[in-house]
């Protein structure tokens, strides 16, 4: 489901409140309660929150396909993009995760000659392909959610690779500048390629701020750049 700009907003009221009212969206939106409940079924059906009793109810977007994740927060992390491909130079080695944030970058490395892509991600391979940019996707096991590649194999992989530049995106920092996950298998292939990366730069929309999970990934400050 490709998410409108009224959606998205509904998307980061519920990750700021949890649950809110079709009524409180009405108003604070500008928008009719049959509109807001028409967007609410739709999203319930694309699995980006439930609904009881006239209120919608968090459903965390982490837990989502990354053909789900993908829209989400769309318009943001376009602009967070934008803002990275400032640091995009002809001939880069280039690594991208498998998170949906990164697929972005993706027209902006085009924009550059003789590029090349290192990634875990099956979706950003394809993508790279359809932009005709040459593109290296690590071993592993599949995992199907994120549509990437897992495990030792890919570990292995993401260690041994020197990038110019590596992205990435986690599932929250904290307010003293902690990165962390949910995953822990997403976690060591992330540091396993930032290990001879010569600049890492963390991008995070919105609904990560103020987020900590269980496996840290690193520190705003053991990076080149974090991008919010």
Do not use: W
Not at 39 to 55: Q, V, Y
Request: charged content about 25%.
């Amino acid at each position: 489901m490709e998410l409108n700009e009224r959606q998205q907003k509904i998307v980061q009221l519920l990750r700021e409140k949890g649950k809110i009212s079709v009524s409180f969206l009405s108003k604070e939106l500008h928008y009719s309660e049959m509109t807001i409940r028409r967007d609410l079924t739709a999203m319930e059906k694309a699995g980006l929150l439930k609904r009881s009793h006239g209120m919608a109810l968090e459903n965390d977007i982490n837990s989502q396909p990354i053909t789900t994740r993908s829209f989400a927060q769309d318009s943001e992390k376009r602009k967070l993009c934008k803002e990275a491909s400032e640091y995009l130079e002809d001939r880069m080695n280039v690594f991208l995760d498998s998170s949906s944030t990164c697929m972005y970058l993706i027209p902006y490395i085009a924009e550059h000659k003789d590029m090349c892509i290192f990634t875990n991600s099956v979706q950003v391979l394809l993508s790279a392909a359809n932009f005709h940019i040459p593109c290296y996707l690590t071993g592993g096991k599949y995992y199907e959610k994120d549509m990437c590649l897992l495990g030792g194999q890919a570990e292995k992989y993401a260690e041994n690779i020197n990038v110019d530049i590596a992205f990435f995106s986690c599932a929250g920092y904290s307010e003293d500048g902690k990165i962390t996950d949910d995953s822990e298998e997403q976690t060591a292939v992330r540091l396993a390629a930032m290990k001879n990366a010569k600049k890492i730069i963390m991008l995070f929309d919105s609904t990560k701020r103020n987020m900590t999970y269980a496996f840290t990934v690193c520190h705003k400050d053991d990076i080149y750049k974090m991008i919010v």
